[in-house]
């Protein structure tokens, strides 16, 4: 059965602390994507990454960074928290993308995070 | 800019009758849309999904239809059951290797009895 996982459900921060969000899927899977959710706003990518030690910057990278070491976890930094970072994280993973098949992303069921 | 837009952020239908869900896009180069739906709390799960060179595509009660004249794709579910409710999201993609997909805002559908 496929499956993203993300360490946490939850997670409380404080204003300029460095908050590492972390993602392991386990479908042998090539490329994998960060994510946040707001409302109103959708899901708007931040980075991702097509195999390890790639990545690219998403539609709103600023205040993050991320790191793939290994094919399987793919890391989201937030180098000093802020409010407005204040959002539902969600990490996804596919294999790389065809004309009629692997189109599909598997999402982890996300990270609710509250910087105060 | 937003590429993919679902112009309606809720809906409201009652349970057994047709919920159709719209999405538009500007463009021209996606060439696979899905549709996803979200539970509070929980991770976007994979619908349906369709391919640009069908207009349709069905799947039990969920069918997209696709009219890429008019850079215009819906959801149908027929009949509409209360455990429908969600959040769904529309996406779009160019397909290729590194390709990301699009995402649309939302439209939060809720099945009333």
């Known amino acids: 059965d496929v499956k993203v996982t993300q360490s946490s459900r939850y997670l409380v921060k404080r204003t300029g602390e460095k908050v590492f969000l972390e993602c392991v899927q386990d479908?042998?899977?090539?490329?994998m994507f960060w994510y946040r959710q707001d409302p109103g706003l959708g899901l708007r990518l931040i980075y991702f990454?097509?195999?390890?030690?790639?990545?690219e910057k998403g539609d709103i990278p600023e205040g993050y960074s991320v790191s793939r070491e290994k094919k399987e976890r793919f890391s989201l930094i937030l180098e000093s928290a802020s409010t407005n970072q204040t959002s539902m994280y969600l990490c996804?993973?596919?294999?790389?993308?065809?004309?009629?098949?692997?189109?599909?992303?598997?999402f982890g069921p996300g990270t609710r995070l509250t910087v105060l | 800019d937003q590429q993919v837009k679902q112009n309606s952020p809720s809906l409201s239908v009652q349970e057994g009758r047709i919920s159709i869900l719209n999405c538009d896009y500007t463009?021209?180069?996606?060439?696979?849309f899905l549709w996803y739906k979200k539970y509070p709390a929980e991770g976007p799960t994979f619908l349906i999904s369709?391919?640009?060179?069908?207009d349709k595509n069905e799947d039990g009660r969920f069918t997209v239809f696709l009219n890429k004249s008019a850079k215009h794709l819906s959801l149908h579910i027929v009949p509409s059951q209360p455990g429908d409710s969600a959040v769904y999201f529309c996406?779009?993609?160019?397909?290729?290797?590194?390709?990301?997909?699009?995402f649309g805002t939302g439209t939060r559908l809720q099945v009333t009895l």
């Open positions: 996804a993973s596919r294999y790389p993308s065809g004309r009629f098949s692997y189109n599909e992303q598997f």
């Open positions: 479908m042998d899977h090539e490329n």
């Open positions: 990454s097509y195999d390890v030690k790639m990545k």
């Open positions: 463009n021209s180069m996606f060439d696979y």
């Open positions: 369709i391919s640009s060179i069908k």
């Open positions: 996406a779009a993609i160019i397909t290729g290797t590194a390709s990301k997909l699009t």
